[in-house]
T-cell receptor
């Protein structure tokens, strides 16, 4: 079974600074996808970034970028120029095709507080 | 606007009652999912459906039931057999195997 570990329950960062959230996963699969989702106080789950395991290049979306280390099974999220609106829970997720359906495993989340 | 809607936003249930949570999407997505979120835990899969009139149990299906009579709709019924139903419920959908899952705004269910 796949597992996703987020070892930082809570983090804080000053506005305009950079913060990195950690995520590790365990799998024997070679083809899979990784995601970071953001859940603000409204509790709406919002896609932040997606990474295909077959791609060596790290994904970026504006201020958000990942450091994908496939051999180490590590998938960290870097938020640059942090903004107050980045305050949220961040979930790392692992996705693969399993028995004909899409199986997604979520970590338990990291609560990020951006301080003015 | 395309998207996923869930209703109601808040739902209160007395013990022993069944309740149904609504999930509708106009994204023309084939697959739909129901997740449960509890404090300190990640999302856990309750049921999923890849096509109309077909659905499969997820990791925590006991005490829940679903139907998929229309492509756009995937309602979840929380039955009295669910021993601890108080939680936040999220519906998601996507096009297919490699597509990202997109989420609705969620329903908070509280058992009184």
């Amino acid at each position: 079974a796949q597992t996703v570990t987020q070892s930082q329950p809570e983090m804080s960062v000053q506005e305009a600074e950079t913060v990195t959230l950690s995520c590790t996963y365990d799998t024997s699969e070679n083809n899979y996808y990784l995601f970071w989702y953001k859940q603000p106080p409204s509790r709406q789950m919002i896609l932040v970034i997606r990474q295909e395991a077959y791609k060596q290049q790290n994904a970026t979306e504006n201020r958000f970028s990942v450091n994908f280390q496939k051999a180490a099974k590590s998938f960290s999220l870097k938020i640059s120029d942090s903004q107050l609106g980045d305050t949220a829970m961040y979930f790392c997720a692992f996705m693969m095709n399993s028995g004909g359906y899409q199986k997604v495993t979520f970590g338990i989340g990291t609560k990020l507080q951006v301080i003015p | 606007d395309g998207g996923i809607t869930q209703s109601p936003k808040y739902l209160f249930r007395k013990e022993g009652q069944n309740v149904t949570l609504s999930c509708e999407q106009n994204l023309n997505h084939d697959a739909m999912y129901w997740y449960r979120q509890d404090p300190g835990q990640g999302l856990r899969l309750i049921y999923y459906s890849q096509i109309v009139n077909d659905f499969q149990k997820g990791d925590i299906a006991e005490g829940y039931s679903v139907s998929r009579e229309k492509k756009e709709s995937f309602p979840l019924t929380v039955t009295s057999a669910q021993k601890n139903p108080t939680a936040f419920y999220l519906c998601a959908s996507n096009l297919g195997f490699t597509d990202t899952q997109y989420f609705g705004p969620g329903t908070r269910l509280t058992v009184l």
